[in-house]
């Protein structure tokens, strides 16, 4: 007795056991980069100041500038953004400074805006 490549398992095929296998295969990758990319990237993540004070940041080292109360600031990846508590942005307002990969990370539903809360706790917008 030969084995085909018609041979039944159970009632399923081999062939399409195979084929099912080859379009996961051909499936996967580009799955798996698309779940990787990042949709702010382009535009940046909107942070919104919910800290009830104000407070200062600086951008990319440039000047000491106030961030009010419930106002927006939009940040991109390549730059870097330093929050503090006081006019001359002396006292840093978070003990670990948040980055864009912070905030990316907590932005849950993927529309690029997180929150700074009191305390420096983040969250999603």
Not at 42 to 66: H, K
Not at 72 to 99: A, F, G, H, S, V
Not at 103 to 109: G, P, T
Request: include cysteine.
């Amino acid at each position: 007795m030969y084995l085909s490549t018609k041979t039944n398992l159970r009632g399923v095929s081999f062939q399409g056991i195979l084929q099912i296998l080859v379009t996961m295969v051909l499936l996967l990758p580009p799955l798996l980069a698309a779940a990787d990319e990042d949709p702010c990237r382009e535009e940046g993540i909107y942070v919104r100041n919910l800290t009830g004070i104000n407070i200062w940041y600086t951008r990319d080292g440039g000047p000491c500038t106030i961030w009010s109360d419930d106002h927006i600031l939009k940040i991109k990846p390549e730059e870097t953004l330093l929050i503090y508590r006081d006019m001359i942005c002396q006292t840093e307002y978070c003990p670990k400074n948040p980055t864009y990969d912070d905030y990316k990370s907590l932005d849950a539903d993927l529309n690029c805006r997180v929150r700074i809360l009191p305390s420096c706790n983040l969250s999603d917008m």
